[in-house]
């Protein structure tokens, strides 16, 4: 005998999520989690940057400027992303609750068994290949300094004192550059993981609306009365979404604008180390994927948003599809009213310039192309 699908529950996705919270001192009751959060505000998401920008200043040759500048970048708007979020905390829970709300509403083992095996696979699996990213990026960065020759620190820096000097000094700013880095990561975790992951749960739940929507009228909802209470439950599901959609373009509206700025100079500039700056083979390797891995970064929030858009395009479909014929007048002009309001455009922009799609993504690729054309033309 077949066991029955599990229970929607939306909260299970953001464990991860708010694991990394707990993790940086944001979240969570334990104790000396304020003395945490206060450090690593300032030795992390403050002074981090800063000494990476200082020293970025204080190199003598374009070369070098343009090795250091893209993690000195990506670590820059990485504070500036973590600070975005934090203050709309309050707005990141809030979405929740109302994830939580719709989870109620997903009954019918047809919602279920879609939300597990599509929705709910598919968040965690991005939440996972964030965490292996995250992981691996910590002990290569790491292991590529332990193993080189000589003392040399991660990444080119100012620190107030001569790091030469002695071993002591050495090993403190490279434990220093070690531990900011990966907490830099994490950071990035929280940062990047949360659109997608988002987007994705959200056209999940926009698809078992569709599912409900399609359902009214059939089967046994056949007297007046189940009728109008499941449209004007309906009705409120959707608003649910819409009030979801305008709490996100809230939170994302300037960090994702940050993660685009990031992008863009990250990729344009490590095209310039490939084609002028990289010295053997490994070093081209190295630039090839760090380019790859700015361009991913990118493409889950775009793809994931372009879903959710084309799942509430699919509303109105859906309420045409349900049986409508033969219903009283004060329920088809409600299903009117209804379906007027899934004809609202749902586009989630960054700045309120840019929308988070794959028109975006396919935007920034281009302007990669046409980057690396110009620099060819002057090689």
Excluded at 27 to 39: A, T
Excluded at 82 to 111: G, M, N, T, Y
Excluded at 229 to 250: A, F, G, P, Y
Excluded at 274 to 283: S, V
Aim: net charge positive.
């Amino acid at each position: 005998m077949a066991s029955d699908p599990p229970d929607v529950r939306s909260g299970h996705i953001y464990r991860t999520y708010w694991l990394y919270w707990r993790l940086l001192g944001v979240e969570g009751e334990y104790p000396l989690r304020y003395l945490l959060d206060v450090i690593l505000n300032f030795f992390v998401t403050i002074w981090y940057p800063t000494h990476l920008i200082i020293g970025l200043f204080q190199e003598r040759t374009i070369g070098h400027v343009c090795k250091n500048l893209p993690f000195t970048a990506e670590s820059f708007f990485c504070s500036f992303k973590i600070i975005c979020f934090r203050w709309r905390l309050a707005e990141i829970k809030k979405i929740e609750q109302l994830l939580i709300e719709l989870d109620h509403r997903a009954v019918s083992p047809e919602e279920r068994v879609f939300f597990h095996q599509n929705t709910r696979s598919v968040a965690e699996f991005i939440s996972k290949s964030y965490v292996a990213a995250g992981i691996s990026a910590t002990v290569t960065g790491t292991a590529s300094v332990l193993f080189s020759s000589g003392r040399k620190l991660i990444y080119p820096a100012w620190f107030p004192y001569d790091v030469q000097a002695s071993a002591h000094r050495y090993w403190l700013s490279f434990a220093y550059q070690a531990t900011g880095a990966s907490l830099t990561i994490l950071q990035n975790m929280a940062n990047d993981s949360y659109p997608p992951m988002t987007f994705c749960v959200v056209a999940g739940h926009v698809r078992l609306l569709a599912m409900r929507l399609r359902r009214m009228g059939h089967h046994d909802e056949a007297s007046k009365h189940g009728n109008a209470k499941k449209l004007i439950e309906n009705i409120e599901d959707h608003r649910k979404l819409m009030q979801i959609v305008r709490l996100m373009h809230s939170t994302l509206y300037l960090s994702q604008l940050g993660q685009f700025i990031s992008s863009g100079i990250n990729i344009s500039i490590v095209l310039i180390n490939i084609l002028f700056f990289a010295e053997n083979g490994f070093a081209i390797i190295y630039y090839v994927v760090y380019f790859m891995a700015m361009v991913l970064e990118l493409f889950p929030s775009c793809y994931y948003g372009t879903l959710m858009s084309m799942e509430f395009h699919k509303l109105p479909y859906a309420i045409f599809s349900s049986n409508w014929l033969g219903m009283g007048r004060r329920y088809c002009h409600t299903l009117l009213v209804l379906m007027q309001f899934t004809l609202t455009e749902v586009d989630i922009k960054a700045g309120g310039m840019v929308g988070i799609s794959m028109n975006a993504f396919f935007a920034t690729i281009r302007m990669a192309y046409s980057f690396f054309t110009l620099a060819m033309s002057f090689r």
